[in-house]
Antibody, heavy 119, light 106 residues
């Protein structure tokens, strides 16, 4: 079974940007896409988008389209997600998760990265 | 986008009892549905995919059923470690969406 290791917690001011990383190990990195999912405090899960590690194609949720960019670095088996123009309602735990098949269910998850947006 | 609705929001059960959780899609998704379990402070765990196939290592007391728009997760004989929040998610097309979750509590 593989593993996804995410970068550490971040504290940002409104209007700033944040980049969260997700390093994969234990499986063939470019055979699976990666989704990003966030969870605001006390709330449910929100799918944000997906990146194809094999060619960099992306799909984004409409809510974050234009403020989020997901990229992949096959040389280090790492996926990145940048969120720009941060707002207080972006405060959440951000998870990366592997899609079992193209666009499919999420079969294992990173440990999560808390991003706090506060002035 | 496809909206996923879960019910009930909270389910109170006793250890050893069974639990039935519902998930409804706003349009047909075939069998392209997954279930996840989440405990406080932890990432979700993959339980069920293709509506009824258990993920690797998931105990047989978890079972999923349904197709089209109506789906069910059944937990027979709840163990203490099963008290958690459960989410359904479709993967029929982009964007993927989750239901709001059902909290299973004692």
């Amino acid at each position: 079974q593989g593993q996804l290791m995410q970068s550490g917690p971040e504290v940002k001011k409104p209007g700033a940007s944040v980049t969260v990383s997700c390093k994969a190990s234990g499986y063939t990195f470019n055979s699976y896409g990666i989704s990003w999912v966030r969870q605001a405090p006390g709330q449910g899960l929100e799918w944000m988008g997906w990146v194809a590690t094999y060619n960099g194609d992306t799909k984004y949720a409409q809510k974050v389209q234009g403020r989020v960019t997901m990229t992949t670095d096959t040389s280090t088996s790492t996926v990145y997600m940048e969120v720009r123009s941060l707002r207080s309602d972006d405060t959440a735990v951000y998870y990366c998760a592997r899609n079992r098949v193209h666009g499919g269910p999420l079969d294992f998850w990173g440990q999560g990265t808390l991003v706090t947006v506060s002035s | 986008e496809i909206v996923m609705a879960q019910s009930p929001a909270t389910l109170s059960v006793s250890p050893g009892e069974g639990a039935t959780l519902s998930c409804r899609a706003s349009q047909s998704i075939g069998s392209n549905l997954a279930w996840y379990q989440q405990k406080p402070g932890q990432p979700p765990t993959f339980l069920i995919y293709d509506a009824s196939t258990r993920a690797t290592g998931i105990p047989a007391r978890f079972s999923g059923s349904g197709s089209g728009t109506d789906f069910t997760l059944t937990i027979s004989s709840l163990q203490s470690e099963d008290f958690a929040v459960y989410y359904c998610q479709h993967y029929n097309k982009w964007p993927l969406t989750f239901g709001g979750g059902t909290k299973v509590e004692i």
